[in-house]
């Protein structure tokens, strides 16, 4: 089976630009989370999605945004990127969200210049 | 917020020795899990412990859990190189939809 696949794996892009980045889930699984990683802040929860619909949201400014289509794949969209935003984002897949195991793709590490 | 603190914040043994470490959190859960992440790339699942459980192993890995302390142990036993790793705790909370909450992690060196 295969795993969580994020893609790119690595993004460098300047500030005030925007950033989609990918995220297809495990077979099956229609819980997608995602989550920003910094030496700072460590693992941060952005939002979960399921069946299509956010479920829940971090403590984020209105800049991140995500949403997941009908295969369970998912987006996140990071508009009026800043320099703060350069950091690890995570995507987790899980079956039906947090009573389940989530399972990470190998992240998309973005640079913001 | 972090839920989960893990401690130590870093730990260094050599190969062959146990490696332990713990994880405290804030508020009832459903389950906790445990990850270990290599150096800044993604997050490997190693053992998910419901509330209502007490001990789970996998391999060379025993995780404990004691909810009247609100603390989980991992125990690595008979450490290798290749376990060299950053080890996380995420609590998944009682609360509707839960989503996990990480603690700052524990840095693991073994040394051969």
């Known amino acids: 089976k295969a795993g969580v696949t994020q893609t790119p794996r690595y993004l460098i892009k300047t500030r005030g630009q925007q950033v989609t980045l990918s995220c297809s889930p495990i077979?099956?699984?229609?819980?997608v989370s995602w989550y920003q990683q910094t030496p700072g802040q460590g693992l941060q929860f952005l939002f979960e999605?399921?069946?299509?619909?956010?479920?829940n949201k971090g403590n984020f400014p209105g800049r991140f945004s995500g949403r997941q289509f009908s295969n369970s794949r998912s987006e996140m969209n990071v508009s009026t990127l800043e320099l703060g935003d350069s950091a690890l984002y995570l995507c987790?897949?899980?079956?039906?969200?947090?009573?389940?195991?989530?399972?990470f793709g190998q992240g998309t590490r973005l640079t913001v210049v | 917020s972090q839920q989960g603190e893990e401690d130590p914040q870093a730990l260094s043994i050599q190969e062959g020795e146990n490696a332990t470490m713990n994880c405290s959190y804030k508020t009832s859960i459903n389950n906790l899990q445990w990850y270990r992440q290599n150096s800044g790339r993604g997050l490997v699942h190693l053992i998910l412990?419901?509330?209502?459980?007490r001990e789970k192993h996998s391999g060379r890995l025993r995780v404990t859990l004691d909810t009247s302390k609100k603390s989980s142990s991992l125990l690595i036993t008979a450490s290798r190189a290749a376990d060299t790793a950053s080890y996380f705790c995420?609590?998944?909370?009682?609360?509707?939809?839960?989503?996990?909450?990480f603690g700052k992690g524990t840095m693991l060196l073994v040394s051969p």
């Open positions: 995420a609590t998944a909370h009682n609360s509707g939809y839960s989503t996990l909450t």
């Open positions: 999605y399921f069946s299509e619909t956010q479920r």
């Open positions: 987790a897949s899980s079956l039906s969200g947090g009573n389940t195991e989530a399972f």
């Open positions: 412990i419901r509330s209502n459980e």
């Open positions: 077979s099956g699984h229609r819980s």
